[in-house]
């Protein structure tokens, strides 16, 4: 539970969401990105603050409903791997579609900027929170309300979220799934004897498809435990990383150290 506010605390948290969400009309995502918090949580302290949620005043709102959004038509080995970049490190809003990186993820930030881009339409944006990472963002209520539809959801863990049916539709398919998910929930890392890739999600049902998807594409992965399931045997990591070709540098850096 959080601590309460005491009245000198309150009168600056109230000054500052004032500040930021009535006199600079900036939205509640965009003020989470500055403060850095979720934007649930944004709307959180407007409410017990008695900050009125005034969405049809702000410049961005007639933009979520937009006309230059590209609606995928048929699925793509590019919409595969967004799905599994989403599934990983991505959040859906109302509004907005969010896919949140680290800072030593700056070129892979461009990758899915442009993958995005390709997809849609339309170039997201960037935020730049206090801690360095960074907010791909783009809003379109169009756009979130088909991403519904075709499976994703405001909260994956409390869903328990899985992977759309279609993926394992084709092998292409299969592969660039892997590769998005492995890219924002995945990691490698040196054994005393070898070299580990780990997938990791809390989502039970995805991470029983990110398995399947892994055994129909010729793996061998390990059962699930702890949230986790991962590829052990040298070949299948040496397989993974050629053929999958992760886009993420940090993750192919990190192999080729630890493959020499």
């Known amino acids: 539970m959080a601590r309460k506010w005491n009245s000198k605390e309150e009168k600056q948290k109230f000054a500052e969401l004032r500040r930021l969400y009535v006199v600079e009309n900036k939205t509640i995502g965009e003020v989470g990105r500055i403060l850095g918090i979720a934007e649930q949580t944004v709307f959180q302290r407007m409410r017990r603050l008695g900050i009125p949620s005034t969405p049809e005043r702000k410049a961005t709102f007639l933009a979520r ?31 907005q579609v969010v896919v949140t990186l680290g800072t030593k993820e700056l070129l892979y930030v461009e990758y899915v900027v442009n993958l ?31 991403l519904q539809k075709e499976g994703l959801v405001f909260n994956k863990v409390l869903s328990q979220v899985d992977a759309p049916k279609w993926i394992f539709k084709k092998k292409e398919y299969l592969k660039r799934f892997l590769r998005g998910f492995f890219d ?18 809390k989502a039970a049902p995805l991470l029983q498809s990110v398995r399947r998807a892994l055994i129909m594409s010729g793996y061998h992965p390990s059962q699930i435990s702890q949230y986790r399931t991962y590829l052990t045997r040298r070949s299948d990591v040496e397989r993974f990383f050629h053929e999958i070709q992760p886009a993420n540098v940090k993750h192919r850096e990190r192999f080729r150290k630890f493959f020499i």
């Open 116 to 146: 995005i881009g390709e997809l849609f339409g339309v170039r997201p944006k960037i935020g730049i929170r206090k801690n360095g990472f960074r907010d791909i963002y783009l809003g379109s209520i169009e756009l979130t309300g088909w």
């Open 65 to 95: 409903k937009r006309s230059d959004i590209i609606i995928p038509r048929y699925y793509t080995s590019n919409l595969a791997e967004f799905f599994g970049i989403m599934l990983g490190d991505g959040k859906l809003s109302h509004y």
């Open 184 to 201: 924002t929930d995945g990691s490698v890392y040196k054994l005393r004897f070898g070299i580990q890739i780990s997938f990791t999600n």
